[in-house]
């Protein structure tokens, strides 16, 4: 499968976060655990690109599936983004995992979301 994992929320470092450009070590460890099992990885982080342009960027892998990881201020942008890739490719699977979707599981249930995942996900998505 072609899998694209998305660091969400640091396009615009000073609204809700302090930080911009730090290491996206959650999508690196899920990646790696993903890509040892043979499949097509590719890692995305939102830096200066507006959600459209993000959503354009991950369109032109032509990914399977489209994993993000995201904060509580970010998973709004990531919702978007989710239904924006829904709606030009509906057979694309999106999945959330990270502080979000761990935290308050049962409210992460929205159209664009197929899964999330919670807690740790090296073994979960791993075994896709
Ligand atoms: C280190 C840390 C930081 C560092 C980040 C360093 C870096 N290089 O990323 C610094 C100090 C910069 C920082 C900043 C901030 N942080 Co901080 N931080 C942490 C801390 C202590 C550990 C995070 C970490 O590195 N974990 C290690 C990685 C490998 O694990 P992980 O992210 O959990 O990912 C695993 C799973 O979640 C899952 N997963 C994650 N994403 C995905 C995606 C998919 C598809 C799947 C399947 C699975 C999956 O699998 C991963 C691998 O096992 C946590 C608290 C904690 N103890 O967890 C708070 C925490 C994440 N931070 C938090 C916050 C709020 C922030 C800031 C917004 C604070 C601010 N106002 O500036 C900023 C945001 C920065 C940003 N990225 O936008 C909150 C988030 C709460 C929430 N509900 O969103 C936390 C939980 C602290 C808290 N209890 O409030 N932080």
Do not use: C
Not at 34 to 54: A, D, I, P, Y
Not at 79 to 106: M, W
């Amino acid at each position: 499968m072609k899998i694209a994992l998305v660091e969400l929320g640091l396009w615009n470092p000073g609204k809700y976060a302090r930080h911009s450009a730090l290491e996206p070590i959650a999508i690196e460890y899920v990646g790696s655990a993903v890509k040892s099992k043979g499949h097509n990885v590719r890692l995305f982080q939102q830096r200066t690109e507006s959600n459209e342009e993000l959503t354009n960027k991950i369109l032109d892998f032509e990914p399977d599936l489209v994993g993000f990881s995201a904060m509580t201020y970010a998973f709004p942008d990531g919702l978007e983004i989710a239904g924006r890739i829904k709606q030009k490719n509906p057979d694309v699977y999106t999945v959330f995992g990270g502080y979000h979707a761990s935290s308050i599981p049962g409210i992460v249930q929205y159209d664009s979301i197929d899964f999330t995942v919670i807690g740790e996900g090296e073994n979960t998505l791993g075994s896709v």
